[in-house]
Each structure stands twice: as C-alpha cells, then as structure tokens.
C-alpha cells in the first residue's frame, strides 16, 4: 500500500485538481440548475403555445410547470447574481468615500446579508414543514409545493455561500494591493 507523495508530487497534484473540479461545480450549481429549470420552462412554453394555437388542445398542466421552474430560476439566479457582482447596488455615494470607510460598509452589507439569509433560510424550512404536514401540491400534476419551494433554502444557502465567496475574494485583493 502505497500513501503519500508519488514521485514528482503527481499523488498530491491529482488530488488538488479533483478538489478544484468539484469547487468548480459547487460554485456552479446554481447556474446548472437555474439553465436546466430554464430549458424546461422554454421548452414547455414553447410546446405549450404550439399545442394551443395550431392543434387547440392546450396543457392544462403547463402553469404548474412554469411557476414552478421560475421559482427555481428565481432563488437559483440570485445566487449566481451574488457570485458574479451582477445585484443591484447604487454605488454613487459609496465610491466617494475612502477604501477603508468602503471597505468597512462591504463587511457591514456582508454581516446583515448573511443575517437576513440565514433569518430567511430558516424560515423557509419552517413553512416547508408547514407545506408538508398539510400536504399540499398543485391541483393537476399534484406536485408537492415543498418540492416547488424547497429551492428557497437551497437558494439561500447558495447565496450565501456565492457571497461568502465574493467578500473573502474583494478583501484578499484590499490586503494583497496594500489597500488595507
């Protein structure tokens, strides 16, 4: 049994690319699921309105899809949103003040972000349980409404990790310019 280093440290560099491959698509989770709920509700859109107008026989299921796979576009976009910079955010008075003031309010942002996440995490898993001990779901295809809205707290996890992400990356780039 062999453990370790390989020669030329191979062992160590495998590993650490599989560690990144997997970061890779962790980061990306969200936007994969956000594009997959987005082809459907496309997809079932366009089919929808296809069968509607040239055959007359609409879906009459095709609401329940299409609320369904916006709500997961909804949670799942925010997050990559947070990764990417891409939120709103009126940056006209805070440019003008010194970094350091600058980046004293991003860390302030973070902190009540991360609250109101968590705050809204967790209540999401409350009305989940709520959801499911009432068991309610759509009246045709009788989805689960916990399975609709359960992207809620898988949103905001996301986010808050994406955010997590974002803030360590800005405040390595203050110190390592000597902004600190």
């Known amino acids: 049994m062999v453990t370790g280093?390989?020669?030329n440290g191979t062992m160590d560099e495998?590993?650490?690319?599989e560690g990144q491959g997997l970061h890779q698509v962790f980061s990306q989770l969200d936007v994969i699921l956000?594009?997959?709920a987005l082809t459907v509700l496309v997809g079932v859109t366009f089919v929808g309105v296809f069968m509607r107008y040239f055959f007359g026989h609409p879906f009459a299921w095709e609401e329940e899809v299409q609320l369904a796979c916006f709500v997961w576009i909804t949670f799942l976009g925010v997050g990559a949103a947070f990764r990417s910079g891409s939120h709103v955010a009126i940056?006209?008075?805070v440019d003008r003040f010194p970094l350091r003031v600058v980046r004293m309010i991003e860390i302030g942002g973070y902190v009540i972000s991360m609250l109101v996440l968590l705050y809204f995490?967790?209540?999401s898993i409350?009305?989940?349980g709520k959801m499911d001990m009432m068991g309610r779901d759509t009246n045709?295809?009788?989805i689960p409404y916990v399975a609709i809205y359960s992207v809620v707290p898988v949103g905001c996890l996301l986010m808050m990790w994406n955010y997590t992400q974002s803030i360590r990356k800005r405040l390595r780039a203050y110190k390592e310019g000597g902004l600190d």
């Open 34 to 36: 956000a594009g997959i």
């Open 5 to 7: 280093k390989m020669v």
């Open 91 to 93: 940056e006209l008075l």
């Open 126 to 128: 409350v009305l989940l």
């Open 121 to 123: 995490a967790w209540y």
């Open 140 to 142: 045709i295809l009788h």
């Open 14 to 17: 495998e590993k650490k690319q």
